[in-house]
């Protein structure tokens, strides 16, 4: 959006800005805020930074946690929720040595230098990332965790659950269970808001391919964005999940992406399309390859099967994902590819025919992740895939043109299957995380700080009593 400072203080002068909020990223891939007088904004915040504790964002120790971040004016955006005016930014963050530097741990960072060794490989000089985002819309949501009190409530106006409430006005109209997808208005009580929440994004330079009602049907929807580079992507990622929360809450509702908020309805997940190009032509395409998918297609499949079992610390990084990645809910639980197989971890879609379209997609992970480097670590899987030939079909990964969950028992137990739990996949993330570290663009430190997190969050869920555990043994 801009240049230099010059753009900046002229923009803000010419639409009144009164602040400039800017927004840092953590390793669990939210974001944290600091917010300026826009008159403050001057040529040392962007030669010398703005200091903040790194050890709250989870990077550094306490007793080294001085680190500075660096706002990318090329991020900039007018937030529409703020009351005061305001411009925000996305910052870089650099650490504080003998001189101030890009932090490695920096997830926008990992995003930068993945893109950038994707180039120095040879194979492609661009990518596109295609993400679909599930998440429910609801009107309440209440949770409480003390030793004596254990409770999660949450509703939602169209729930079937709803049907007989006698409490309030009731008009009818809820979607039964498992029976949202694509159901039209009246039933589809949120298409205002979500038009709301689409137009939002479209002015913040996001471009929306559409948006639906999906299966879940206590208020499940999907919104999935067009094509744009990794970085991009994430910084877009970043911003959606932004929009729709905050779009739900002026609206009286609140969002979520939690992988399986509710017990028995569809989960939510974060499917990923992916394309690489090279001097403008698409190099995954191939009329006479199985589903017009070239052989460096495949070879890239057969580098994210390979390597999914690690990825999913990543990708997956919430004890909750574990909950939506389970058969019968058409989440992706075997490790195969097929074309236009929603039970496989890879699907390649069979309506993209066109060179220019095909694609194949990544359908495990959910928006717990932190996009940043969970888009970069499916890249570098891409990548390993291909630069050694990696074969799908030779490594027994399908293709399987087939409803996995139908096959005999005995034909299922030979299709490898993703972990099934957070500590699974932590274990699978340190015995394969080579490929991670090629051309510089993870650091053993992002890998050993991601595994201790997502160990403490399997810790912590596992000694909490659940209340279905009552149910089951209280009286045993």
Not at 280 to 288: A, L, V
Not at 348 to 363: H, L, M, T
Not at 416 to 442: N, T
């Amino acid at each position: 959006m801009f240049k230099n400072l010059n753009d900046v203080k002229n923009y803000c002068r010419e639409n009144d800005i009164k602040v400039i909020d800017f927004k840092v990223i953590d390793l669990a891939g939210k974001w944290h805020h600091l917010t300026i007088p826009a008159t403050r904004f001057t040529e040392k915040t962007l030669e010398d930074g703005i200091g903040f504790d790194g050890s709250s964002y989870g990077f550094l120790t306490v007793e080294k946690s001085d680190m500075v971040f660096i706002p990318d004016l090329s991020s900039a955006f007018v937030d529409p929720f703020n009351e005061v005016p305001a411009l925000t930014m996305i910052g870089n963050i650099y650490s504080i040595g003998d001189k101030i530097e890009r932090f490695e741990g920096d997830p926008r960072y990992v995003a930068e230098k993945t893109e950038k060794y994707m180039i120095e490989t040879g194979i492609a000089d661009k990518t596109l990332y295609g993400p679909e985002f599930e998440f429910y819309i609801l009107d309440h949501i209440s949770y409480k965790t003390t030793p004596n009190h254990m409770e999660v409530y949450l509703d939602s106006e169209q729930a079937d659950w709803n049907m007989g409430n006698k409490d309030t006005k009731n008009l009818g109209f809820k979607v039964g269970h498992h029976n949202g997808y694509h159901v039209d208005i009246p039933n589809d009580v949120s298409y205002n808001l979500r038009n709301k929440m689409v137009l939002t994004l479209e002015e913040l330079g996001v471009p929306v391919k559409y948006h639906h009602t999906e299966v879940g049907g206590p208020g499940q929807l999907e919104i999935e964005l067009s094509f744009s580079g990794l970085l991009e992507m994430a910084d877009r990622t970043m911003l959606t999940k932004y929009v729709l929360k905050n779009e739900a809450i002026r609206n009286g509702k609140t969002v979520t992406f939690m992988p399986k908020p509710i017990f028995g309805e569809a989960g939510n997940g974060m499917h990923v399309h992916f394309q690489l190009f090279k001097d403008s032509k698409p190099i995954f395409y191939d009329e006479n390859g199985y589903s017009g998918l070239s052989d460096t297609a495949l070879y890239a499949i057969g580098g994210i099967l390979k390597h999914s079992p690690a990825l999913m610390a990543f990708t997956n990084p919430s004890t909750n994902s574990y909950k939506r990645l389970v058969p019968g809910y058409e989440a992706p639980v075997s490790i195969c590819f097929a074309t236009a197989n929603r039970s496989s971890v890879i699907r390649i879609p069979g309506y993209a025919k066109k060179p220019d379209a095909k694609r194949f997609e990544f359908r495990p992970s959910d928006a717990t992740c932190n996009p940043y480097i969970a888009y970069s670590a499916l890249m570098m899987a891409m990548l390993d895939g291909i630069i050694n030939k990696i074969d799908p079909t030779e490594e027994g990964y399908g293709p399987y043109d087939i409803n996995i969950f139908n096959l005999p028992e005995e034909e299922k137990a030979k299709i490898k299957g993703l972990p099934k739990s957070l500590e699974e996949a932590a274990d699978e993330l340190e015995k394969d995380y080579e490929f991670l570290l090629k051309g510089g663009v993870f650091t053993e430190g992002i890998i050993r700080d991601q595994l201790k997190r997502i160990r403490c969050d399997a810790s912590k869920v596992n000694i909490m009593p659940n209340p279905i555990e009552f149910e089951m043994y209280f009286d045993l």
